[in-house]
């Protein structure tokens, strides 16, 4: 359940509830038949396939999360009779019970009654008849608890009520019948979960009341919606298809698909929703740096409300980011390493240097803001949220660097990058240069903020109601302290940017040797995503060389995914390819392809969507070329990976538009499927041209640059975003 958690502090976790959706079939003497299982991510249904004895008949069961009644756990089964007479029986278990959780203190269960009035609509289907009357004769007996998580994270600073759970379902009976005078007969058992009782019911009946075959495509049909606006295909190389079309799956199915229903996002863990507890290989379900560098890249692409909602959680927990800077004697909001419910510290007892020194994170917090903004350039939402957020940000890391009194130049002190093997370093390559984006980024925004339709301090979001519920007037930060009496952007350029002349590569920290092993990309991450322009091509090179040879086998799989787009980046195709196959081969496992946070052999985490996140950057970023900055977008030479024939991107979004990438041997097409702006193009050097709906534009043989044909950068000076090489 979304945003539901347990525990105080540091051992807070994703509150788990007993699943009663899961449902096996039981069968006489134990003799289990032969079973098939499948995934079909284009549905989103997991299916199992049973034969009975002697293949006397067949039963398929489907399980699903419905993506209209999104509170409901779905399980359906249809017991099909292939030969034989008289009554088919099978046995179900299920394999939890009330209460059953650790998390959650229930109140014992009620049983209560839900009418029909649907049933004579249904007495007349031959294949739902005998459902109803032995099981959901009117009125339908459902069971119903409720109760409230049992430990707050923060009594002290946050003194919410413990969480209400309120959980229903139907009833399950000890076996299925198919009677003598059947062919066919289906059932359904459906389980809902939500704070509100009210909301749960509601969406119990609704999903009781609908046909089986309706109840599948209200839910089958939002997915089959969903790949028609978005899919990646790879002509040729079925299996990376998959492995692409799963990483897809797995990442978007953590949001709602139907847009109509409103819905407080409440973070995306590593491991996504549906995992969590107090196991620490799952991340407990919470918030990482994971959610904005990793896998907000890819969403932010594939569909800006996700994204928004992705922002909107940090942007609803900056009062706990001001008093965690606070606390730590710093300006601006500090964002927790480890975030849950109320944005507090949440980092487990076992790792206090992680949450210490990892500072990082609220710099990536305004970099995910800067991605939005480049992506839709919505002054709406920048005035209302990005804003605030962005230039509290700004003062965190304004407040947050040292002065060198011999250089006359900025250090940043006693953190750790994104290499956890390193703790309270300076200088670290990425902290740096990601927390000068910051500063850069909030003096962007001021600007923007202060200079458009004539708005000083006032944000006044006029008639137009927010998606995520904010209050409209929102009032911006008043005017911020300067220090040294300069501003943002000039403290950003003399932070420094530890580099090697002799190797001419960049020491991911002062004090660095090289040789030393590390346990993840960390400076390599400045080619992407930073895409730092103060580094040419032959120091990012030696950067990817020196630190490939020292990467442990035993991190996590995007450091592959990086290091392919990087390669990519500069031309060495080969070396890319290779490393993409590194960054997936052995991280995703069989039948269903679910990706793990190691290879195999180690331990680490399961359905890690981070590695995904990764994976899907180095498709569309990698081979596909996109690019996003402040003012524009970018594809650069595309190419085609490893064994495929064909490879398209389709639906991408850019300012409102979709667009469409197909690369093949011979060329790679762009086009635009539908436009809400006046787009301009531009290919190589040459002068820009307006955007033409459903046009096929070659761009084989030349870099391509697509901006907005009305700049909102007339007065704002877009950044420079480089720091000082020391």
Request: aromatic share 12%.
């Amino acid at each position: 359940m979304n945003g539901l958690y347990n525990g105080h502090r540091g051992l807070s976790h994703r509150a788990r509830i007993a699943n009663i959706a899961n449902i096996r079939l039981s069968f006489s003497g134990g003799n289990q038949p032969p079973t098939t299982s499948s995934m079909d991510f284009e549905t989103g249904t997991f299916r199992v396939d049973y034969r009975g004895p002697n293949n006397s008949f067949g039963v398929a069961q489907l399980i699903y999360p419905h993506q209209l009644y999104n509170r409901a756990i779905v399980n359906q089964f249809t017991i099909e009779r292939l030969d034989g007479e008289g009554d088919i029986r099978i046995g179900l278990v299920q394999a939890s019970t009330f209460p059953g959780t650790e998390d959650i203190a229930f109140n014992p269960v009620k049983t209560i009654f839900i009418s029909s009035d649907a049933e004579r609509k249904h007495w007349n289907r031959p294949h739902l008849r005998h459902s109803f009357a032995h099981e959901y004769s009117s009125p339908f007996k459902v069971y119903q608890t409720c109760g409230t998580t049992m430990e707050l994270e923060d009594p002290v600073h946050h003194r919410d009520q413990p969480r209400q759970v309120c959980a229903l379902w139907n009833h399950v009976p000890e076996e299925l019948t198919l009677e003598r005078s059947e062919r066919t007969v289906s059932y359904k058992f459906i389980m809902t979960a939500d704070e509100s009782a009210g909301l749960a019911r509601q969406d119990l009946t609704d999903a009781i009341r609908s046909d089986d075959d309706v109840l599948l495509h209200l839910h089958s049909d939002l997915w089959r919606a969903f790949w028609n606006d978005f899919d990646i295909t790879t002509e040729g190389n079925p299996k990376l298809e998959r492995t692409i079309r799963a990483s897809v799956f797995y990442l978007i199915s953590n949001f709602p698909l139907n847009p109509s229903r409103a819905y407080l996002f409440s973070g995306l863990s590593p491991t996504g929703l549906g995992r969590g507890g107090s196991n620490l290989a799952d991340y407990e379900g919470h918030s990482f740096w994971d959610t904005e560098i990793w896998m907000f890249p890819v969403v932010n692409l594939i569909e800006s409300s996700f994204a928004e909602m992705m922002l909107d959680y940090r942007f609803r927990r900056m009062d706990a980011a001001r008093q965690n800077a606070g606390a730590s004697g710093f300006r601006g909001t500090k964002y927790p390493w480890e975030s849950a419910w109320s944005g507090i510290e949440v980092t487990q007892p076992c790792c206090p240097e992680v949450a210490q020194f990892q500072h990082h994170i609220t710099a990536d917090i305004s970099f995910a803001l800067r991605l939005y903004f480049s992506a839709t350039q919505d002054l709406l939402w920048l005035r209302n949220q990005g804003c605030p957020l962005a230039q509290a940000i700004a003062e965190f890391w304004a407040s947050r660097i040292s002065p060198d009194p011999v250089t006359g130049l900025f250090d940043i002190k006693d953190v750790m990058g994104p290499d956890e093997d390193h703790e309270n370093v300076t200088n670290n390559a990425y902290t740096n240069v990601v927390a000068a984006y910051a500063l850069y980024f909030g003096d962007l925004t001021s600007c923007l903020c202060t200079n458009n339709d004539g708005d000083d301090n006032t944000v006044d979001a006029g008639n137009k109601a927010h998606p995520m519920g904010l209050d409209k007037g929102v009032v911006a930060p008043p005017p911020r302290t300067m220090i040294n009496g300069g501003n943002w952007s000039a403290l950003a350029k003399r932070l420094k940017l530890i580099y090697d002349a002799e190797n001419d590569y960049h020491p991911q920290f002062e004090g660095y040797q090289l040789g030393t092993v590390i346990k993840q990309a960390d400076t390599v991450l400045l080619g992407y995503p930073l895409q730092y322009p103060g580094m040419n091509s032959i120091t990012r090179s030696n950067d990817l060389r020196f630190y490939e040879s020292v990467t442990r086998r035993s991190g996590p799989a995007m450091t592959w995914a990086i290091h392919a787009i990087n390669h990519l980046d500069l031309g060495e195709t080969e070396k890319g390819s290779q490393l993409f196959e590194r960054s997936h081969k052995n991280y995703v496992r069989g039948p269903f392809a679910v990706w793990s946070e190691v290879e195999p052999g180690l331990n680490g985490a399961t359905n890690f969507i981070t590695g995904a996140g990764g994976f899907l950057q180095a498709v569309i970023n990698g081979f596909g070329g996109v690019r996003l900055f402040l003012d524009r977008m970018e594809i650069r030479e595309t190419k085609l990976p490893t064994s495929t024939k064909r490879f398209k991107i389709k639906g991408f979004n850019y300012l409102g538009a979709k667009l469409s990438l197909t690369i093949s041997n011979n060329s790679s097409i762009l086009q635009f499927t539908s436009l809400t702006r006046d787009l301009i193009i531009s290919f190589g050097n040459s002068d820009f041209d307006a955007v033409t709906l459903n046009k096929q534009y070659d761009i084989s043989r030349a870099n391509i640059v697509i901006k907005a044909k009305a700049s909102i950068y007339s007065i704002c000076k877009i950044p420079e975003d480089v720091i000082h090489k020391f």
